[in-house]
Nanobody, 126 residues
């Protein structure tokens, strides 16, 4: 059974640098391709960052230069290092996965992702 569990969220001051983690289990053989998404109150869920099969990162314009996505295949964990947080970064953050064999690795399209975590809340105060 595939399971994705996010952690690392909480209340943070603007300008802070928390790191989110996503522990992955249930995928056989290799770690899946993964991405981070977020949903702010009253807004639609949006893509934050993704990793291609070659581990090339892609970022939304709103977080480019402030967030870093990475993974540790040995630990089956995905990370999102956040920095220079702004109040508008307040949201529920989700990790999602799709099989590494997929042609859609690195996609920003949410409907390409098969499995999702429950989310971790990040609240940024000024």
């Amino acid at each position: 059974q595939v399971q994705l569990v996010e952690s690392g969220g909480g209340s943070v001051q603007a300008g802070g640098s928390p790191r989110l983690s996503c522990a992955v289990s249930g995928y056989t053989a290799v770690m899946p391709c993964m991405a981070w998404f977020r949903q702010a109150p009253g807004k639609e869920r949006e893509t934050v960052a993704s990793l291609t099969r070659a581990d090339t990162p892609y970022y939304s314009a709103s977080v480019e230069g402030r967030f870093t996505i990475s993974r540790d295949a040995a630990k089956s964990e995905l990370y999102l290092q956040m920095s220079s947080l702004k109040t508008e970064d307040t949201a529920m953050y989700y990790c999602a996965a799709l099989p590494r064999s997929s042609d859609y690795c690195g996609s920003f399209r949410q409907d390409r992702y098969n499995d999702w975590g429950q989310g971790t809340q990040v609240t940024v105060s000024s």
